[in-house]
């Protein structure tokens, strides 16, 4: 029988390691990024998909620039680093170089949408046969936590203390939306890593992702909403909750197109 344990008084044992639970391709646990950061979580489930669809010697990554950069060090694919918005270009030009590798960019809303919007808009109506993966918090994390184009109406940033405003700051871009629509996208879903269940929606995403890639289907697009608790101003324990209550409700969680049909709503991908 297995032990339950009684969460309402501290254990009589302490907690324990069991196993060795990191993916094959992620060399150790340690990062630099701020406690309660989302973007570790969502690089581990896209290594776990890569893994699982044994694309690991085919798989080649562009990365943006952002506080998810740190991570390339704990990456073990091939990597190529991209300029500032640039990484849908670099990853166009290798999988036309490499047509049966796995070409995969991995940027931040500021990288992608403010810096390359143009880039990852021309990607998909190209129907270039790669998938981008946006790590989206609504802020320029990196350089102190400034609001992006992404940024919700009423978000206080470090240039919005009093919260986003439409009149003057422009309401925000909706990337997996816009991307959703264009010709050239075979697929594109928004997925969020705040509790367990959204993690594993967005793992089925990105394999989702990849298997439309690697069938020849066009674009695949996946944005992952990630806790920033430092650029929010908020406990790093209200990341999560902070997440689910303010960005979802405005950057809808779900698949918008699937096997290049467009979909009226986000639909839930379902899990066991």
């Given amino acids: 029988m297995s032990e339950t344990l009684d969460t ?15 993916p ?31 694309l690991a010697q ?28 640039r990484a849908p270009s670099l990853a166009t030009g290798a999988k036309r170089m490499k047509p049966d590798a796995l070409l995969f960019t991995l940027q931040g809303d ?3 949408v403010n810096e390359g919007l143009q880039e990852v808009l021309h990607t998909a109506a190209r129907g270039e046969r790669v ?18 184009a992404t940024t ?12 986003r405003e439409a009149e003057t700051h422009g309401q925000p871009i909706l990337i997996a939306d816009l991307v959703a629509r264009l010709g050239g996208t075979a697929y594109a879903a928004r997925g969020s890593v705040h509790d367990a269940r959204g ?12 298997e439309h890639q690697m069938r020849g289907d066009g674009f695949s697009f996946v944005e992952i909403l990630t806790m920033c608790p430092t650029g929010w101003f908020v406990p790093t324990a209200e990341g999560p909750d902070s997440l689910h209550d303010v960005m979802a409700p405005v950057h809808a969680l779900g698949e918008l197109k699937t096997g290049g049909r467009l979909l009226e709503r986000p639909t839930e991908v379902e899990v066991p």
């Fill in 24 to 54: 094959g391709l992620q060399l150790c646990g340690d990062h630099e990024l701020c406690p309660g950061c989302g973007e570790p979580v969502a690089l581990r489930v896209l290594l776990e998909c890569i893994e699982e669809l044994g």
């Fill in 110 to 112: 500021g990288d992608m």
């Fill in 199 to 210: 993690i594993q929606r967005t793992r089925r995403m990105i394999r989702s992702a990849f």
């Fill in 8 to 22: 309402d008084r501290r254990p009589e044992r302490p907690a324990r390691q069991t196993g060795d639970f990191h």
């Fill in 152 to 163: 919700v109406l009423g978000q206080r940033t470090k240039n919005t203390l009093d919260g």
């Fill in 131 to 148: 998938t981008c993966i946006l790590v989206y918090n609504g802020v320029f994390g990196e350089t102190g936590g400034h609001m992006s």
């Fill in 58 to 85: 085919r798989a080649i990554g562009v990365v943006g620039i952002g506080c998810y950069t740190a991570l390339t060090s704990v990456m073990d694919v091939d990597l190529i680093q991209a300029l500032h918005g």
